[in-house]
Every structure is written in structure tokens, then in C-alpha cells.
């Protein structure tokens, strides 16, 4: 009896070991239960949220936690520093443009000659160690919460980057006078099928996307975070076209910026997406300037921005003033300090900079009169009838030389075309004038005719489509083959290439482009602004651009690798992690519903799917619809990936894994192990959050001490190096400490109990992450789960009356827990720095920054200092390190 008592209490250690589930911190959750309530995850992708909310929460902590950043000396600084225009005085008045201003082109507008300067520029910073440890090192440490904790997170988000931006390009310049940043115009990637194979990802431009760089202008770079580092398109998404025009549209700043813009037209909400995509060094807010494409990524916002600002004064609104009053943090307030050069953060809305040092040349657009991108890079294509530039891909990148050559070429014949023109303009302007406007306007309705009659068909194959879309008989689809071949030979006819209708919504055939050298184009000499340009273009013809093929599959193969950067508070080394194993149990998604596989019954063929769900599996696993990023699309084979990240919470530090699922099945397991800072280092305390390949946020499960099973949690977690042990120091410690090898021929045994956390896929309309009120007479409690229990009283908590109440993150208050008045904020008891905010019913856990102490009467942070009382609660009941 006793031997099976001490078998059920060691397995019962085993279960639970050294890591123990513990609540989000305040912060994460208050920034979590904030966008819960600007939207869900059926209208924005779930993992969008979670990694934009860690990543500002992990901002502003990594300064309030004291960890360590990258180092920047104070001679690096004051360099920086003295690389931006003196401090401004902050005008109401438009200040005239000057004739000299510096003109930022997008990326594949600037010729071979300037890109070319451009690399020379940032590689002459990155190789120039007078200020240390090199020029681009120091200008790119400055992009870290431990030195601007007001640069992302509310308004001045757009001001600060448009001055760091202005410090960079004078950077630039004194190395390679001519240059400007120029600005990388993600919507003309977005379109393609597969944009990770746009040429941008090319040794002429940014260099390889996946894993480390080691081709092109920045191959073989180390920067303070570890070799330069992307894996390109595997989270996230590029800016899409609607969006950007939704943002210019808008009249106030804060209609486009935190905390107060919709998500789908905060500015900063979508651009952290677009790091996302990019990922390595860009997919953290703190290394993100290591990599050189973070600053042509900035340009582009900065330059929707100021499009914004112009829009404003259309309308009769001053942009240098319109700065909200509301914001979520004192820091970012109009008159706080920016930290860059004695500004203020309303100075980065002054008209100066615009109006006296740069601006910008509008992003590439083209039409079916005049199709040319103004680049060999950019391609005129029919997308929905609405012609627009879209990138070259890289497989057709081994015919750039020759595209060059052409372009060459032809910009020849355009000038031997200007002097033809010029000679006969002398007498027959006039006559030649009048006669390219009547064929041009004749062209334009014979192509206008032609589009309406290619729509009329259109709408007539979906009227077919739909009306047979659930009649499978032989006749039904007899027809509509027949449609398709009448529309591929009218399309072909008229020089297009026919994209069919597809009535179920694939999202690829009606809207993704494909670009490859199968197509090919016609080159247009380039635009000479000395030649009329009805008369260049009338000498070429009719031009029809052409649409592109959804041949393609737009999928990411699930076995591209994904490499990490192995850093933890600036230093990269595999030997500061550990692995730890994680279960995915995964759903099929509900879109996935036939694959080929037909039963046969008494000799005939059936005509439902056999993975196709009855009812009642629909009944057992119900699913719903949520948001996923909009290059989510199916492999061929069926197998599809789950990402499961870990992120520091008491460490700058970021590791992301996958595991490999099948599609096919109702449910499917994997394994994958995942890699936490070392517990020898101090105790680890890490986020664990898993998602699909289309950005579908998945349940996690915990092993909770005293509760049998796997219950619901928050992903959070505490490693510490205690006995047992639940994770390997390398991958294959991990391997084998979950699976029992027993003897060389016998099967190897899964062992459950190593298993801490598992995540469920499945797909429900409902955040997963705990912010929902606590059980009845606890009142709202946004930061912990029911199953969290909160730190023992101690100190001065523990004199706190009966009807105290707990609000999570250590903080218990005396107002009682049913008493949560909007607006209204509460001290936390035997804290001097801590409070909570009340907003629309839940209690949020707040720290006030450095310096300052929280003002019960005055109900803010006001400057003071805590303590310095080591015994004080603060200092035991959480365990920052």
C-alpha cells in the first residue's frame, strides 16, 4: 500500500515538476481585454493580437524590469543625437517649401546607379567603427524600449519614426551625399500569389529571405542580435492596398493611431504585421533597426502618413496640432519629451521637415493608357479590370540583365523618338496633336467596349456557376465547361489571361497575381517629360496589360526550416536555452472538406468525401470561422503547420517552432519542443502562445498543480532548475526525455507526464487567453484565470480588511470587488508605485514609470521614489528575475 502511495505522489511530482502556471502579467492582459473590446478574432487575425500585445507590453517592461539592452555608450548617443535639425519651436503656421528639398522614391523606382549608392551607403555605416561598436550599430540601438519607451504605443509612434528616420538619412549622407531612404511599397507585393518571391528578395536587392542572410548588399552581417536573420511570409501580413487607402482617407490623428484608431486603420497595428512577415531580427520591436529593410519599411509609413497630413488640410485641419488628447500612457503626450535631441513628441508633426529637408515621390501607379511603372522591377497588371504595379518576382530575376539592356534600349529610341518629334512639332504640332487625341480616344472606347463585354460575360459564367454550383450531374457540368472554354477563347483573343470564377471563394483566383518569366510583357520606353505623352505612347500601339495566372500554389512547403536568433537580452548562444516539450492536438480546419477520396457502395461511386464531416462529428467538434491572414492557402499534400512560440516575460527573448499537421484528419497530434531561457540563468518566466499557418490562435492547456489533466490556462509559465526536470538542455536531451527507448527493436513509448502544456486547435470564435470576470462576488478581474491562484499576503497586504479584493499581477485593493467604477483608479494596498484602472467594469493592474509614485488623492503618477525597503511586499511577492 505504501509503495503505491509513494508511486501516485512521485507521479504526481513528475506531472507538475518545476514549472508552474502563473498569471499574465497586468499589462499583457490589460492590452489583451483592450482590443477584446475593439474587435475578435472572427474580423482580425488572433495572432496580429497577440504578438502586437506582447510586443508593446515587452516595450515598455523590459525598461520598468530594468533588463539588459543593447549597449550604447554615451559618446554613440550624443552622436546620434547630433545628427538631427536643432530643437524645433513648434508653429501653427505652414512654412514655405523649399526649392531643394531631397526626394524618397520607392525602392524599385530608384535606378541601378542610386540603389547601388544606397547599399554603398548603409555598408560604409555598418563598416565604420570611429563610433562605437560601428555607426549603424549605434543608430540601430537606439530603437529599444530600454531608450525610447514612448516610440511605439500611441501617437507619437508616427512622430518619432519620421525624426529617428531624418537622423539615419543625414547618417547616409555623410557618407554618400546624393542618398535618400527610399521606401518599400509593400501593397505592390501583397497582390502576388507568393510574395516571398518577389524580386526584392534578390541579390540585387534586400539579399534571401529565409534564414540567414547570406546573399546580396547585406550578406554575411552580424549585428548586436546575432547574424542577420529573416523568415520571410511564414506570420503576419504585407500592407494591403484598401487598408493604406483607408488610412489617407481619415481626417484625425487619432482616427489612425493608438490607443483610440479601429484596428483595421491603426496605422501602427498594421505595420507591426508587415514586421511580423519579415520576421528574425524585424519580427521584435527591439531588434528590428538591425535589419537594414526595417528603414525602408519605415519610410513607406512615414510617407502614408504624411499623405494622411495633406488629406487634413483638404480638410481645413492643421496636422502640426491635431495631436490627441487621450492617450494611454503619459509619455505620450504632446508636450512629454521624445528623447531624440531635446524634442518634443508634438514636434514630430511640425511642417518643417516636409517643407525644408524632404519629401516624396508618389508610389509607382499605371493605367491602361499609360501602363508604364516607371521601373524594369514593376509590371502593369489587370487585377479585377483595375490595372496597378506589381512587383517582378524572382523567377524572372534571370532575365533582368536583359531587361536592362531593353530598357536601355528603348530609352534610346524614346530620344531618337524626341528629336524626330521635335523637328516635325515645328511645323505639324498642332495637326499631329489633334490627330494621336482622336486614335487615342478611339482606343480607349474600343478598350472600354472590350472590358464591358468581358464583364457581361463574367457575370453570365457566375449566374451559370452558382446555378449549378450544387447540381453535380454529367449535363451541369457539361455546361459550364463549355462557358469556360468560350470565355478562355474570347479572353485569349483580346490578349488577357483568363482567370475562372471560382463561386466557393478561393481567395488566390480572383485576386492574386502571379508574376513569373512564363509572361511575357511588353516594355514601354520610359516616359520622357519633353515629349508629349499622347506622342510616346501613340508611336507603341495599343497596349493591353496583361492578367496573370493562379497556377501557382501560394504555400509556404512544410519543409522550409525556420531559423531563430538564439538572443536573450542581446547576447545569441544555443547554450542559454532549454527545450521544452509541447503537444498540439489539432482540429481540421472547416474549410478543408474533400480531398478526392469517394466511398463505394454496391459498385458506385458516392459523391461525398469520406473525410467530409457528418453530422455527428459536426456535433463533438463543432467549429467557427476566425480571421486568418490573407496568404493563408492549403498545401497540395494535405500537411499543414502549427507555430508555437515562447516569449520572455522576465527576459528579452524570442523562440518559435513548428509542428507538422495533417488537414485531412479530424484530429491529428504532433509534437514539437520549443526553447526557454535556461533556468540556471534564474528563473525563466515565458509566454507560450501556438497559432496556425494562417495565424488561428489555439487553446492552451496546462497541467495545474492539485487538478487532474490538462485544464484550461493563460500559457504563462515559471522553469525554474529544480528537481524534476521537464525540459532538455538540447533538442535531443528533449526527445529522449519524453520517449522511452526501452531495447534497440521495440517500439518507443510516449511519456505523458513529461508533458506540461498542450495547445488545441479548434478553431472557436473566442479568445483564448483569460480575460473574463472572475466567479460571482469576485467582481471583474481581467487579469487572471479562475484557476490562478494569487500570491500569499504579506507586508503591508497583510492587513487588509475583509472585503479586499484581488485583481491579479500581486496587487489586492479595499474597495471591495463589485465596486468597479469606470474611470476611476484604486490603490493597490502596500504598493507604492502600483494601482489599478477600472475601465468598463474590469479592474487593470497599472505601474507608474520611473521616478514616479502613485497619488491617491490626486489619483495619477506623480514624481517620487518608493522605498528602498527590501522587506517590502513588492520586493517578495513577485518574482521579476
Given amino acids: 500500500m505504501k509503495l503505491i502511495i509513494l508511486a501516485l505522489f512521485a507521479s504526481f511530482w513528475i506531472c507538475n515538476g518545476m514549472i508552474e502556471h502563473i498569471p499574465l502579467p497586468g499589462g499583457l492582459v490589460d492590452c489583451f481585454s483592450r482590443y477584446s473590446e475593439k474587435t475578435n478574432v472572427v474580423d482580425t487575425v488572433g495572432e496580429s493580437i497577440a504578438s502586437f500585445c506582447f510586443g508593446q507590453y515587452m516595450w515598455q517592461a523590459s525598461r520598468e524590469l530594468g533588463l539588459p539592452g543593447f549597449n550604447i555608450t554615451r559618446e554613440a548617443y550624443n552622436w546620434a543625437q547630433s545628427l538631427l535639425p536643432k530643437p524645433i519651436s513648434h508653429r501653427h503656421t505652414r512654412q514655405a517649401i523649399s526649392p531643394n528639398l531631397r526626394i524618397r522614391k520607392e525602392y524599385r523606382r530608384l535606378t541601378d546607379f542610386e540603389r547601388a549608392n544606397f547599399h554603398r551607403a548603409v555598408q560604409l555605416l555598418k563598416a565604420d567603427t570611429s563610433v562605437a561598436p560601428t555607426m549603424y550599430d549605434a543608430l540601430s540601438s537606439i530603437h529599444q524600449g530600454m531608450i525610447t519607451t514612448s516610440a511605439h504605443g500611441g501617437p507619437n509612434f508616427l512622430g518619432f519614426h519620421r525624426v529617428y528616420l531624418i537622423m539615419f538619412e543625414n547618417a547616409l549622407r555623410t557618407k554618400v551625399p546624393s542618398v535618400t531612404v527610399p521606401y518599400w511599397d509593400s501593397t505592390l507585393d501583397e497582390p502576388l500569389i507568393n510574395p516571398t518571391q518577389s524580386i526584392l528578395f534578390t541579390d540585387s536587392f534586400l539579399g534571401n529571405g529565409f534564414g540567414m542572410v547570406n546573399r546580396g548588399p547585406f550578406a554575411g552581417w552580424t549585428t548586436l542580435s546575432g547574424p542577420l536573420i529573416r523568415n520571410i511570409g511564414q506570420a503576419g501580413s504585407l500592407f494591403n492596398a484598401d487598408a493604406m487607402a483607408r488610412i489617407v482617407s481619415s481626417i484625425r490623428l487619432a482616427q489612425i493611431t493608438e490607443p483610440n484608431a479601429p484596428v483595421n486603420s491603426s496605422l501602427e497595428f498594421l505595420h507591426n504585421q508587415v514586421h511580423l512577415w519579415v520576421d528574425g531580427q524585424m519580427g521584435s520591436l527591439d531588434t528590428a533597426a538591425h535589419d537594414p529593410i526595417f528603414w525602408l519599411h519605415h519610410s513607406y509609413v512615414d510617407y502614408i502618413f504624411e499623405l494622411f497630413r495633406q488629406n487634413q488640410r483638404r480638410f481645413g485641419i492643421d496636422p502640426t496640432t491635431d495631436y490627441p488628447v487621450f492617450v494611454n500612457n503619459s509619455m505620450h503626450m504632446a508636450m512629454y519629451p521624445m528623447g531624440l535631441a531635446g524634442l518634443r513628441n508634438i514636434d514630430g508633426f511640425n511642417d518643417r521637415f516636409t517643407s525644408m529637408i524632404y519629401q516624396y515621390e508618389p508610389s509607382p501607379r499605371c493605367s491602361l493608357r499609360f501602363p508604364d511603372c516607371g521601373s524594369p522591377y514593376l509590371r502593369c497588371v489587370v487585377n479585377g479590370f483595375q490595372p496597378r504595379c506589381v512587383s517582378v518576382d524572382w523567377s524572372g530575376a534571370s532575365r533582368v540583365s536583359v531587361i536592362r539592356q531593353q530598357f536601355v534600349n528603348n530609352a534610346v529610341q524614346g530620344q531618337r523618338m524626341q528629336a524626330a518629334v521635335r523637328l516635325n512639332m515645328l511645323n505639324t504640332a498642332r495637326r499631329q496633336q489633334a490627330q494621336v487625341t482622336i486614335q487615342n480616344q478611339m482606343r ?111 504555400a509556404i512547403p512544410v519543409t522550409q526550416g525556420y531559423q531563430n536568433t538564439f538572443n536573450i537580452n542581446g547576447r545569441s548562444d544555443i547554450n542559454q536555452w532549454v527545450y521544452i516539450p509541447v503537444k ?21 461511386m458516392e459523391a461525398e468525401d469520406i473525410y467530409f464531416p457528418n453530422t455527428a462529428m459536426k456535433n463533438v467538434m463543432p467549429t467557427g470561422k476566425p480571421a486568418s491572414y490573407p496568404h493563408c492557402q492549403a498545401q497540395e499534400s494535405g500537411a499543414g503547420k502549427v507555430f508555437i512560440s515562447s516569449q520572455g516575460i522576465n527576459y528579452m527573448g524570442t523562440y518559435k517552432e513548428y509542428a507538422v499537421v495533417d488537414h485531412r484528419l479530424a484530429i491529428s497530434i504532433a509534437t514539437a519542443y520549443v526553447a526557454v531561457k535556461s533556468p540556471k540563468l534564474g528563473a525563466s518566466q515565458v509566454f507560450l502562445n501556438a497559432y496556425d499557418s494562417c495565424g488561428r490562435i489555439c487553446q492552451p492547456f496546462c497541467k495545474l498543480a492539485g487538478v487532474a489533466g490538462f485544464q484550461r490556462c493563460s500559457g504563462a509559465f515559471r522553469v525554474t532548475s529544480g528537481f524534476p526536470k521537464h525540459y532538455g538542455t538540447n533538442y535531443g536531451d528533449a526527445v529522449t526525455h519524453l520517449w522511452q527507448f526501452s531495447k534497440v527493436d521495440s517500439c518507443p513509448i510516449m511519456q505523458d507526464n513529461n508533458i506540461y502544456i498542450q495547445f488545441h486547435c479548434n478553431f472557436k470564435e473566442s479568445w483564448p487567453f483569460g480575460m473574463r470576470p472572475a466567479a460571482s462576488g469576485q467582481g471583474g478581474n481581467a487579469a487572471a484565470l479562475d484557476e490562478i491562484e494569487e500570491p500569499e499576503l504579506s507586508g503591508g497586504q497583510a492587513n487588509a480588511p475583509p472585503t479586499a479584493c484581488r485583481v491579479g499581477n500581486g496587487c489586492i485593493i479595499s474597495n471591495g470587488c463589485n465596486n468597479c467604477v469606470h474611470g476611476t483608479t484604486y490603490p493597490c494596498i502596500g504598493a507604492c508605485d502600483m494601482y489599478s484602472s477600472c475601465q468598463n467594469g474590469f479592474h487593470h493592474v497599472q505601474r507608474c514609470p520611473d521616478n514616479t509614485i502613485f497619488n491617491q488623492d490626486e489619483g495619477q503618477c506623480l514624481a517620487g521614489a518608493c522605498p528602498n525597503n527590501s522587506n517590502a511586499w513588492w520586493h517578495k511577492t513577485i518574482d521579476w528575475k
Fill in 584 to 604: 498540439v492536438i489539432y482540429q481540421r480546419p472547416p474549410t478543408y472538406n474533400n480531398y478526392a477520396s469517394y466511398p463505394i457502395v454496391n459498385g458506385e
Fill in 444 to 554: 480607349m472606347s474600343q478598350q472600354q467596349r472590350i472590358l464591358a463585354n468581358m464583364q457581361r460575360q463574367q457575370i453570365q459564367l457566375k449566374e451559370v456557376e452558382n446555378a449549378g454550383l450544387d447540381d453535380p450531374s454529367e449535363p451541369s457540368q457539361m455546361q459550364r465547361r463549355s462557358v469556360h472554354r468560350r470565355m478562355k477563347r474570347s479572353f485569349k483573343r483580346r490578349g488577357f489571361t483568363y482567370l475562372p470564377y471560382d463561386p466557393r471563394g478561393s481567395s488566390f483566383v480572383n485576386s492574386k497575381l502571379n508574376i513569373n518569366s512564363n509572361i511575357q510583357l511588353k516594355m514601354l520606353p520610359p516616359m520622357n517629360p519633353n515629349v508629349p505623352r499622347n506622342i510616346q505612347n501613340a508611336s507603341e500601339g495599343t497596349f493591353m496589360p496583361p492578367s496573370m495566372p493562379s497556377d501557382m500554389c501560394p
